[in-house]
Protein backbone atom coordinates (compact mmCIF):
# COMPACT_ATOMS: atom_id res chain seq x y z
CA UNK A 1 0.00 0.00 0.00
CA UNK A 2 1.40 3.59 -1.11
CA UNK A 3 1.68 5.62 2.14
CA UNK A 4 0.15 8.84 1.53
CA UNK A 5 2.54 12.21 1.00
CA UNK A 6 2.31 15.38 2.99
CA UNK A 7 1.06 17.52 0.00
CA UNK A 8 -2.02 14.23 -0.19
CA UNK A 9 -3.33 14.47 3.27
CA UNK A 10 -6.72 16.63 3.73
CA UNK A 11 -5.67 19.89 5.56
CA UNK A 12 -8.68 20.89 8.00
CA UNK A 13 -9.08 24.97 8.12
CA UNK A 14 -8.38 27.22 10.17
CA UNK A 15 -4.60 26.20 10.54
CA UNK A 16 -1.93 27.91 12.38
CA UNK A 17 1.04 28.57 10.80
CA UNK A 18 3.11 27.33 13.97
CA UNK A 19 1.27 23.78 12.93
CA UNK A 20 3.02 24.06 9.18
CA UNK A 21 5.86 21.11 8.44
CA UNK A 22 8.45 23.32 6.80
CA UNK A 23 10.20 23.49 4.57
CA UNK A 24 7.15 25.64 2.99
CA UNK A 25 6.59 28.50 0.80
CA UNK A 26 4.00 30.71 1.97
CA UNK A 27 2.17 33.54 0.80
CA UNK A 28 1.46 36.96 2.98
CA UNK A 29 -2.37 37.38 1.48
CA UNK A 30 -2.35 41.37 2.21
CA UNK A 31 0.74 41.78 0.08
CA UNK A 32 -0.22 39.60 -2.28
CA UNK A 33 -3.38 41.49 -3.21
CA UNK A 34 -1.69 44.62 -2.70
CA UNK A 35 0.26 44.00 -5.28
CA UNK A 36 -2.33 42.81 -7.73
CA UNK A 37 -4.48 45.91 -7.25
CA UNK A 38 -1.16 48.29 -7.63
CA UNK A 39 -0.18 47.14 -10.97
CA UNK A 40 -4.06 47.28 -12.01
CA UNK A 41 -3.92 50.59 -10.97
CA UNK A 42 -0.73 50.79 -13.24
CA UNK A 43 -2.28 49.70 -16.03
CA UNK A 44 -5.37 51.61 -15.97
CA UNK A 45 -3.90 54.90 -15.58
CA UNK A 46 -1.90 54.44 -18.81
CA UNK A 47 -4.82 52.67 -20.65
CA UNK A 48 -3.24 49.21 -21.24
CA UNK A 49 -4.48 45.81 -21.02
CA UNK A 50 -2.56 43.72 -18.01
CA UNK A 51 -2.34 40.43 -19.13
CA UNK A 52 -0.50 38.48 -16.20
CA UNK A 53 2.56 35.24 -16.59
CA UNK A 54 1.34 32.30 -15.15
CA UNK A 55 4.76 31.02 -14.75
CA UNK A 56 5.52 32.71 -11.90
CA UNK A 57 3.16 30.73 -10.04
CA UNK A 58 1.50 27.96 -11.89
CA UNK A 59 -1.85 27.77 -9.85
CA UNK A 60 -5.13 28.01 -11.58
CA UNK A 61 -6.68 29.39 -8.68
CA UNK A 62 -4.45 32.76 -8.88
CA UNK A 63 -4.73 32.63 -12.67
CA UNK A 64 -8.75 32.72 -11.92
CA UNK A 65 -7.70 35.56 -9.57
CA UNK A 66 -5.92 37.80 -11.38
CA UNK A 67 -8.00 37.73 -14.38
CA UNK A 68 -10.97 38.44 -12.41
CA UNK A 69 -9.13 42.05 -10.84
CA UNK A 70 -8.05 42.68 -14.20
CA UNK A 71 -9.97 41.16 -16.95
CA UNK A 72 -7.06 40.93 -19.48
CA UNK A 73 -6.14 36.89 -19.39
CA UNK A 74 -3.19 35.05 -18.31
CA UNK A 75 0.36 34.44 -20.00
CA UNK A 76 2.01 30.64 -20.37
CA UNK A 77 5.31 30.13 -21.37
CA UNK A 78 5.09 26.50 -22.38
CA UNK A 79 2.08 24.36 -24.05
CA UNK A 80 1.27 22.24 -21.16
CA UNK A 81 1.46 25.23 -18.57
CA UNK A 82 -1.38 26.49 -20.77
CA UNK A 83 -3.19 23.38 -21.02
CA UNK A 84 -3.41 22.93 -16.99
CA UNK A 85 -4.96 26.70 -17.17
CA UNK A 86 -7.40 25.22 -19.77
CA UNK A 87 -8.71 22.69 -18.23
CA UNK A 88 -9.05 24.68 -15.32
CA UNK A 89 -11.00 27.02 -17.25
CA UNK A 90 -8.88 29.86 -18.09
CA UNK A 91 -9.91 30.36 -21.57
CA UNK A 92 -8.00 33.35 -22.79
CA UNK A 93 -4.62 32.26 -23.03
CA UNK A 94 -1.32 33.81 -24.80
CA UNK A 95 1.76 31.30 -25.30
CA UNK A 96 5.06 33.49 -25.12
CA UNK A 97 6.76 30.59 -26.81
CA UNK A 98 7.72 28.78 -29.95
CA UNK A 99 6.80 25.51 -30.54
CA UNK A 100 7.83 23.32 -33.29
CA UNK A 101 7.48 20.02 -32.45
CA UNK A 102 4.46 18.32 -34.72
CA UNK A 103 2.88 16.60 -31.73
CA UNK A 104 3.29 19.46 -29.35
CA UNK A 105 1.56 21.28 -32.63
CA UNK A 106 -1.33 19.17 -32.82
CA UNK A 107 -1.79 19.66 -29.29
CA UNK A 108 -1.47 23.53 -29.68
CA UNK A 109 -3.79 23.56 -32.49
CA UNK A 110 -6.40 21.32 -30.78
CA UNK A 111 -5.86 24.25 -27.40
CA UNK A 112 -6.71 27.12 -29.70
CA UNK A 113 -9.77 25.42 -31.55
CA UNK A 114 -11.25 25.16 -27.86
CA UNK A 115 -10.80 27.99 -26.38
CA UNK A 116 -12.61 31.50 -26.59
CA UNK A 117 -8.84 33.57 -27.64
CA UNK A 118 -5.67 31.53 -27.63
CA UNK A 119 -2.59 33.59 -29.74
CA UNK A 120 0.92 31.80 -30.02
CA UNK A 121 4.12 33.23 -30.72
CA UNK A 122 6.63 32.51 -33.90
CA UNK A 123 9.63 34.75 -35.14
CA UNK A 124 11.17 33.01 -38.00
CA UNK A 125 10.41 30.84 -41.20
CA UNK A 126 11.58 27.52 -39.02
CA UNK A 127 8.41 27.74 -36.41
CA UNK A 128 6.31 29.26 -38.82
CA UNK A 129 6.13 26.57 -41.33
CA UNK A 130 5.69 24.11 -39.52
CA UNK A 131 2.70 25.78 -37.27
CA UNK A 132 0.65 26.81 -40.83
CA UNK A 133 0.65 22.82 -41.78
CA UNK A 134 -0.45 21.57 -38.44
CA UNK A 135 -2.96 24.51 -38.27
CA UNK A 136 -4.08 24.03 -42.18
CA UNK A 137 -4.57 20.02 -41.85
CA UNK A 138 -6.56 20.89 -38.51
CA UNK A 139 -8.76 23.68 -40.20
CA UNK A 140 -7.74 25.54 -38.02
CA UNK A 141 -6.69 29.56 -38.07
CA UNK A 142 -3.81 29.98 -35.27
CA UNK A 143 -3.68 33.57 -34.09
CA UNK A 144 0.27 34.59 -33.72
CA UNK A 145 2.08 37.29 -32.63
CA UNK A 146 5.76 38.02 -33.98
CA UNK A 147 8.26 38.27 -31.51
CA UNK A 148 10.74 41.27 -31.72
CA UNK A 149 14.32 40.92 -30.23
CA UNK A 150 14.45 44.14 -28.23
CA UNK A 151 18.23 43.84 -27.41
CA UNK A 152 18.18 40.67 -24.60
CA UNK A 153 19.07 38.44 -27.77
CA UNK A 154 17.62 35.44 -27.05
CA UNK A 155 15.12 34.81 -29.53
CA UNK A 156 12.63 37.14 -31.76
CA UNK A 157 13.21 38.68 -35.05
CA UNK A 158 15.27 42.02 -35.47
CA UNK A 159 13.92 45.03 -36.39
CA UNK A 160 15.48 45.21 -39.54
CA UNK A 161 13.89 41.82 -40.55
CA UNK A 162 10.50 42.45 -38.99
CA UNK A 163 9.23 43.47 -41.96
CA UNK A 164 9.81 40.45 -43.99
CA UNK A 165 8.55 37.81 -41.26
CA UNK A 166 5.20 40.23 -41.22
CA UNK A 167 4.64 39.14 -44.51
CA UNK A 168 5.84 35.64 -44.05
CA UNK A 169 3.22 35.65 -41.59
CA UNK A 170 0.69 37.17 -43.62
CA UNK A 171 1.16 34.90 -46.46
CA UNK A 172 0.16 31.64 -44.31
CA UNK A 173 -3.71 31.03 -45.43
CA UNK A 174 -4.05 29.24 -41.56
CA UNK A 175 -1.96 31.75 -39.50
CA UNK A 176 -3.61 35.05 -38.57
CA UNK A 177 -0.91 37.96 -37.24
CA UNK A 178 -3.13 39.92 -34.90
CA UNK A 179 0.97 42.20 -33.38
CA UNK A 180 4.19 41.81 -32.15
CA UNK A 181 5.70 41.04 -29.13
CA UNK A 182 9.21 42.29 -27.36
CA UNK A 183 10.77 41.36 -24.23
CA UNK A 184 12.57 44.07 -22.89
CA UNK A 185 13.33 42.14 -19.35
CA UNK A 186 16.92 42.78 -20.12
CA UNK A 187 17.00 46.29 -18.53
CA UNK A 188 16.68 44.71 -15.23
CA UNK A 189 19.83 44.32 -13.65
CA UNK A 190 22.25 46.55 -15.93
CA UNK A 191 24.81 48.26 -13.70
CA UNK A 192 23.84 52.04 -15.29
CA UNK A 193 20.13 51.40 -14.66
CA UNK A 194 19.05 51.24 -10.89
CA UNK A 195 17.30 54.47 -10.29
CA UNK A 196 13.12 54.83 -11.29
CA UNK A 197 14.56 57.86 -14.15
CA UNK A 198 17.18 55.26 -15.51
CA UNK A 199 14.33 52.74 -16.19
CA UNK A 200 12.01 55.14 -17.87
CA UNK A 201 14.94 56.38 -19.99
CA UNK A 202 16.15 52.80 -20.90
CA UNK A 203 12.45 51.48 -22.12
CA UNK A 204 11.52 54.24 -23.33
CA UNK A 205 14.52 54.10 -25.38
CA UNK A 206 13.68 50.29 -25.90
CA UNK A 207 9.92 51.00 -26.80
CA UNK A 208 10.94 54.07 -29.64
CA UNK A 209 12.59 51.15 -31.69
CA UNK A 210 9.71 48.77 -30.77
CA UNK A 211 7.59 51.76 -32.58
CA UNK A 212 9.98 52.34 -35.64
CA UNK A 213 9.10 48.60 -36.12
CA UNK A 214 6.14 48.66 -35.89
CA UNK A 215 5.49 51.50 -38.05
CA UNK A 216 7.61 49.70 -40.87
CA UNK A 217 5.22 47.23 -40.53
CA UNK A 218 1.91 49.40 -40.86
CA UNK A 219 3.39 50.78 -43.71
CA UNK A 220 3.38 47.69 -45.96
CA UNK A 221 0.02 47.20 -45.10
CA UNK A 222 -0.57 44.98 -42.28
CA UNK A 223 -2.23 45.88 -39.06
CA UNK A 224 -0.36 45.60 -35.81
CA UNK A 225 -3.07 45.37 -33.58
CA UNK A 226 -0.99 44.43 -30.31
CA UNK A 227 2.05 45.45 -29.23
CA UNK A 228 3.13 42.95 -25.73
CA UNK A 229 5.63 43.99 -23.97
CA UNK A 230 7.38 43.81 -20.03
CA UNK A 231 8.43 41.51 -17.05
CA UNK A 232 7.98 42.53 -13.93
CA UNK A 233 10.68 45.50 -13.54
CA UNK A 234 10.06 47.31 -16.73
CA UNK A 235 6.21 47.27 -16.88
CA UNK A 236 5.66 49.89 -14.88
CA UNK A 237 7.75 51.92 -17.34
CA UNK A 238 7.46 50.60 -20.61
CA UNK A 239 3.54 50.64 -20.33
CA UNK A 240 3.89 54.73 -20.62
CA UNK A 241 5.39 54.99 -24.29
CA UNK A 242 1.47 54.92 -26.61
CA UNK A 243 2.77 52.07 -28.42
CA UNK A 244 2.15 49.57 -25.78
CA UNK A 245 -1.32 47.65 -25.66
CA UNK A 246 -0.35 44.95 -23.18
CA UNK A 247 2.23 44.20 -20.61
CA UNK A 248 2.98 40.86 -19.74
CA UNK A 249 4.55 40.84 -15.91
CA UNK A 250 4.80 37.85 -13.98
CA UNK A 251 6.32 38.26 -10.75
CA UNK A 252 4.81 41.15 -9.21
CA UNK A 253 2.17 39.55 -7.35
CA UNK A 254 4.88 37.77 -5.23
CA UNK A 255 8.01 39.48 -5.89
CA UNK A 256 11.48 38.24 -4.93
CA UNK A 257 15.05 38.99 -3.39
CA UNK A 258 16.37 39.74 -6.88
CA UNK A 259 13.89 42.75 -7.74
CA UNK A 260 14.72 43.68 -4.18
CA UNK A 261 18.20 44.13 -5.32
CA UNK A 262 17.42 45.42 -8.04
CA UNK A 263 14.72 47.55 -8.57
CA UNK A 264 14.33 51.04 -7.18
CA UNK A 265 10.52 50.15 -6.70
CA UNK A 266 10.58 47.04 -5.07
CA UNK A 267 11.19 46.48 -0.86
CA UNK A 268 11.22 43.74 1.41
CA UNK A 269 7.89 44.75 2.36
CA UNK A 270 6.64 44.14 -0.94
CA UNK A 271 7.77 40.52 -1.25
CA UNK A 272 4.40 38.61 -0.42
CA UNK A 273 6.19 35.05 -0.72
CA UNK A 274 9.17 33.81 1.49
CA UNK A 275 9.81 29.94 2.24
CA UNK A 276 9.43 29.21 5.74
CA UNK A 277 12.16 26.81 7.38
CA UNK A 278 12.96 25.09 10.63
CA UNK A 279 16.68 24.96 12.56
CA UNK A 280 17.77 21.47 12.58
CA UNK A 281 21.45 22.14 13.84
CA UNK A 282 23.50 24.45 15.90
CA UNK A 283 26.78 23.22 15.30
CA UNK A 284 28.53 26.37 17.00
CA UNK A 285 27.73 29.56 18.63
CA UNK A 286 27.45 31.49 15.86
CA UNK A 287 25.88 29.33 12.70
CA UNK A 288 22.55 27.27 12.79
CA UNK A 289 21.37 25.26 10.56
CA UNK A 290 17.71 25.21 8.46
CA UNK A 291 16.02 22.56 6.20
CA UNK A 292 15.53 24.59 3.44
CA UNK A 293 18.51 24.53 0.96
CA UNK A 294 18.58 24.40 -3.00
CA UNK A 295 15.89 21.86 -3.42
CA UNK A 296 13.38 24.44 -1.36
CA UNK A 297 14.84 27.48 -2.62
CA UNK A 298 16.11 28.09 -6.53
CA UNK A 299 19.55 29.75 -6.60
CA UNK A 300 20.36 29.96 -10.39
CA UNK A 301 20.12 33.69 -10.24
CA UNK A 302 23.45 33.30 -7.84
CA UNK A 303 21.92 35.09 -5.06
CA UNK A 304 21.21 34.09 -1.56
CA UNK A 305 17.55 34.57 0.24
CA UNK A 306 17.00 37.71 2.33
CA UNK A 307 15.76 36.98 5.68
CA UNK A 308 12.10 38.67 6.18
CA UNK A 309 12.61 39.73 10.10
CA UNK A 310 15.83 38.35 11.76
CA UNK A 311 19.54 39.74 11.50
CA UNK A 312 20.92 36.04 10.07
CA UNK A 313 22.62 36.02 6.91
CA UNK A 314 22.18 32.59 4.79
CA UNK A 315 25.00 32.18 2.99
CA UNK A 316 25.41 28.71 1.96
CA UNK A 317 23.28 25.39 0.64
CA UNK A 318 23.47 21.74 -0.40
CA UNK A 319 20.69 20.03 -1.21
CA UNK A 320 18.97 19.99 1.50
CA UNK A 321 20.53 22.09 4.07
CA UNK A 322 20.86 26.18 4.93
CA UNK A 323 23.85 27.43 6.56
CA UNK A 324 23.09 30.47 8.07
CA UNK A 325 25.36 32.88 9.92
CA UNK A 326 23.79 34.16 13.33
CA UNK A 327 26.72 36.25 14.50
CA UNK A 328 25.41 39.36 14.08
CA UNK A 329 21.68 38.47 15.48
CA UNK A 330 20.27 40.35 18.43
CA UNK A 331 18.19 37.42 20.25
CA UNK A 332 19.61 33.42 20.52
CA UNK A 333 18.57 31.22 17.71
CA UNK A 334 17.88 27.16 18.93
CA UNK A 335 17.05 23.76 17.55
CA UNK A 336 13.22 23.82 16.55
CA UNK A 337 12.78 27.88 16.04
CA UNK A 338 12.00 28.96 12.84
CA UNK A 339 13.36 31.46 10.37
CA UNK A 340 11.56 32.37 7.47
CA UNK A 341 14.04 33.94 3.65
CA UNK A 342 12.68 35.36 0.53
CA UNK A 343 13.91 33.38 -2.23
CA UNK A 344 16.11 35.21 -4.88
CA UNK A 345 14.03 33.54 -7.30
CA UNK A 346 10.21 33.27 -7.09
CA UNK A 347 9.39 31.60 -10.18
CA UNK A 348 11.89 28.49 -10.42
CA UNK A 349 11.55 28.24 -6.06
CA UNK A 350 7.71 27.67 -6.66
CA UNK A 351 8.36 25.28 -9.04
CA UNK A 352 9.98 23.01 -6.79
CA UNK A 353 7.31 22.78 -4.11
CA UNK A 354 3.53 20.68 -4.54
CA UNK A 355 1.81 23.47 -2.81
CA UNK A 356 1.96 27.01 -1.72
CA UNK A 357 0.07 28.23 1.07
CA UNK A 358 -1.67 31.80 1.95
CA UNK A 359 -1.57 33.30 5.19
CA UNK A 360 -3.27 35.82 7.02
CA UNK A 361 -1.17 36.70 10.00
CA UNK A 362 -0.13 33.32 11.51
CA UNK A 363 -3.83 31.81 10.20
CA UNK A 364 -3.77 29.76 6.95
CA UNK A 365 -6.10 30.78 5.12
CA UNK A 366 -5.75 28.89 1.80
CA UNK A 367 -3.59 26.32 0.13
CA UNK A 368 -2.77 25.45 -3.19
CA UNK A 369 -1.78 22.67 -5.26
CA UNK A 370 0.57 24.27 -7.54
CA UNK A 371 -0.94 22.24 -10.66
CA UNK A 372 1.12 22.97 -13.80
CA UNK A 373 4.53 22.30 -11.78
CA UNK A 374 6.86 20.69 -14.00
CA UNK A 375 4.91 21.41 -16.63
CA UNK A 376 7.99 21.92 -19.39
CA UNK A 377 6.78 20.35 -22.28
Known amino acids: MAL ?5 VPVSYPRHVDELETPVVTVDLTTMERNIDEYAEIADEHDVRLRSHAKTHKIPELAHHQNEKTGGGIVCQTLSEAEVMAQNGIDDIYLSYMVVDERK ?8 EKLDSFVTTVDCEGNINPLQTVAEEHGERVDVVLEIDAGLNRVGTSGEQAVEMA ?3 DDQSALNLVGVMAFEGHVFGRDDVRTADKYETACMEIMDEVARTVDRIEDVGIEVDEVKVGSTAT ?3 SCRHPVVTEINPGMYMFNDANLVRGSPDVTKADCALSVLTTVISKPTSD ?13 DTGQDPIPVDSDVEYYNASEEHGWVDMSRAESDISVGDRLEFIPPHVCTTVNLHDTIVGVDGDDVREIWNVQARGKVR
Do not use: E, H, M
Request: a positive charge.
Open 4 to 8: PTPSS
Open 235 to 237: SRY
Open 287 to 299: RVVVDAGSKSISF
Open 105 to 112: LDRLVRLS
Open 167 to 169: RYI
